[in-house]
């Protein structure tokens, strides 16, 4: 059974840091593209943060700077370190796993349940 369970999340004041934790179990950790996804109240769900199988990022303009993606696969655990933090990033925060093996036409992806994340002004 595969498992995506994020942790870290929490109240902090604008300019202040947390970091996310997304502890996987149930998939070859190594072999996944991974990303964090957010969704802010009466908005839709946006992409983050992605980091691939091999190592490379890729950034919302918004969070640019301020975000870090990283990746464990020794603990096969992911993390988004975030800084500066702003009201507007206040969102539940999913972690997202993705595989599309070599020659296949399916596609395995999987979230994780999220955590809250409240900026305060």
């Known amino acids: 059974q595969v498992q995506l369970v994020e942790s870290g999340g929490g109240l902090v004041q604008a300019g202040g840091s947390l970091r996310l934790s997304c502890a996987a179990s149930?998939?070859?950790?190594?072999?996944?593209?991974l990303g964090w996804y957010r969704q802010a109240p009466g908005k839709q769900r946006e992409m983050v943060t992605t980091i691939t199988s091999s190592g490379s990022t890729h950034y919302a303009d918004s969070v640019k700077g301020r975000f870090t993606i990283s990746r464990d696969n020794a603990r096969n655990t992911m993390y988004l370190q975030m800084n500066s933090l702003k009201p507007e990033d206040t969102a539940v925060y999913y972690c997202?796993?993705?595989?599309?093996?070599?020659?296949?036409?399916?596609?395995?992806?999987?979230w994780g349940q999220g955590t809250q994340v409240t900026v305060s002004s």
């Open positions: 997202y796993a993705k595989r599309m093996p070599a020659g296949s036409i399916v596609t395995f992806e999987f």
């Open positions: 149930g998939i070859i950790f190594s072999l996944y593209d």
